[in-house]
Structures are given as C-alpha cells and as structure tokens.
C-alpha cells in the first residue's frame, strides 16, 4: 500500500498530515519565523494583512523533510500567481527536486484562512477519494 500524504501550506505555515486524515489524527505543524519582524511588520501593512512573498528555501526543504517517505503527495493552497504558497512550493521542487517532484498527484487551492482544521482535513479525503 502506497503512503499518502496531505500537506496544507501557506507562506510560512503547513500543516502535514502523514499518518492519514482520520477525525483524531493531528498534523505536523510546521512554521518559519519571520527573519525580520519589523520588515514583515511593513510587508503586512502595505499588502493590506497578505504578504505576497515568496516561499523561502529553507522553509520548502523544512517541509519537504516532514513528506520524504510519502509515496503519493496531495497539495492544498491559498493564492495565485505568486501569492500561492503551494504552487512556489511545487515550482521549487520541480526545480531542486524533479525525482520528488513526480510524487505529487493533486493540487488544489483553497482559501485556508477561512477554513477550519476539520475542513481542511474534509478536502483532503476527498482528494484521496478521487481518480
């Protein structure tokens, strides 16, 4: 059997569940914190609360260590273009890690602010449920 895993990420937070989506199972928690918090302060502010940096290396390798032994990876997001955290994450592992890269089977965006952890959790059974 195949081991899946689902990861939620935002700019600087994912949450990785990789021990199954069951009602009681809890993520992993992953967070970066901010280099400069007066900068990301400013950041905040002129984006109106929605810092549209790019995901940072470091925080792309951090994750990518919690799913090394996933088989399959389901991927949900926030944002666009160059706001979407998990479309900078896959970009980044298309380019630093192609071999790994091939193990992702879904993306999806959802808006991750306004859903609760039982939400996010409801979008990825469903994710797996798919063909």
């Known amino acids: 059997m195949s081991r899946k895993v689902f990861v939620a990420i ?3 937070h994912a949450w990785v569940w990789a021990h199954g989506l069951e009602p009681h199972t809890k993520p992993e928690v992953i967070e970066e ?3 400069n918090a007066e900068y990301q302060t400013i950041l905040n502010k ?3 609360g929605r810092n549209r940096s ?3 290396p470091a925080f792309a390798e951090r994750v990518l260590s919690h799913i ?8 949900v997001g926030a944002g666009k273009g160059k706001a979407s955290a998990v479309g900078n994450f896959v970009t980044y592992l298309r380019k630093q890690h192609p071999l790994f ?5 879904r993306i999806e965006t959802v808006d991750l602010e306004s859903l609760t952890e039982a939400e996010v959790m ?10």
């Open 10 to 12: 935002s700019r600087n």
């Open 33 to 35: 914190p901010a280099i």
């Open 46 to 48: 002129f984006f109106n």
């Open 54 to 56: 790019l995901l940072s």
């Open 68 to 75: 090394k032994d996933a088989d399959e990876i389901y991927l």
């Open 101 to 105: 890269a091939e193990k992702v089977r």
């Open 122 to 131: 409801a979008a990825g059974r469903k994710m797996y449920l798919r063909p």
